[in-house]
């Protein structure tokens, strides 16, 4: 499983990690917060959606505790900030787009750049990330939500770290948009396709950024550090990888 790590704090940034796991199973840099009892989550049932809300409601959830901010940045559990990254600067550059002020990275494989939507769909397929019947109703979800948007589009972007400024209206609109159809529709799991297809669909493009600092922590499982099952070996992740019950 995913262990948080230590990593070199800058006084002058707050770190949070949002989790369901008490504070003294960790041995972190980051500062723990609890959000088991949030009423955003308690009702849903899959873990790996719960942790899709301190991911992309994270302006919402930080406000709640009091928090405010020019610019969030987020990172997957198995990721730590760098302390040779600029993220003044970074800042900066995020502020000052006006439009959609959210900056992420390309997907690291081509293949999928090329393909879009429909090239991630197959990888996730071919890699047994979730199941046939999960994925099919996911392209019929988006196809009747938005028939105009091409699936192929030569665009796709990763969701493992990114950027944005805190108080944008359109950020706020689409990250709400995002989660208000992820928890509410029979939908895959997984979050890329939905973005991306939402991206399409509003016309907003992030800003590209392929070298953003994050030290990656080496990992057995692809997965998130939030609300992580308590399993005994491979073979219950795996199985429950493909139900969607991590």
Not at 65 to 78: E, Q
């Amino acid at each position: 499983m995913d262990t948080p790590p230590k990593f070199e704090r800058n006084p002058n940034y707050d770190y949070f990690l949002f989790t369901d796991i008490d504070e003294e199973h960790f041995d972190t840099s980051w500062d723990i917060i609890n959000i088991k009892n949030n009423p955003n989550i308690s009702n849903l049932t899959s873990n790996v959606r719960k942790s899709r809300y301190p991911k992309f409601m994270s302006w919402e959830l930080l406000e709640s505790i009091g928090k405010n901010y020019d610019v969030v940045f987020y990172c997957d559990g198995y990721y730590a900030p760098s302390s040779n990254e600029n993220w003044e600067k970074l800042a900066m550059e995020i502020k000052n787009e006006k439009e959609f002020p959210f900056v992420q990275t390309w997907h690291n494989q081509h293949k999928i750049r090329k393909q879009g939507i429909n090239g991630e769909i197959k990888a996730i397929l071919r890699r047994e990330r979730d199941t046939r019947e999960s994925m099919d109703k996911t392209l019929l979800f988006f196809k009747k939500y938005g028939k105009d948007v091409s699936l192929c589009a030569p665009q796709y972007f990763e969701n493992t770290c990114f950027g944005y400024s805190f108080e944008n209206e359109n950020v706020r609109m689409l990250t709400k948009k995002f989660w208000e159809i992820y928890t509410t529709e029979d939908i895959t799991y997984r979050d890329q396709p939905l973005w991306n297809f939402l991206l399409l669909k509003y016309e907003f493009r992030p800003i590209m950024k392929n070298d953003l600092k994050w030290n990656t922590i080496s990992r057995r499982w692809k997965h998130r550090c939030w609300f992580l099952a308590n399993l005994d070996n491979k073979g219950s992740l795996r199985n429950n990888y493909k139900k969607n019950e991590i």
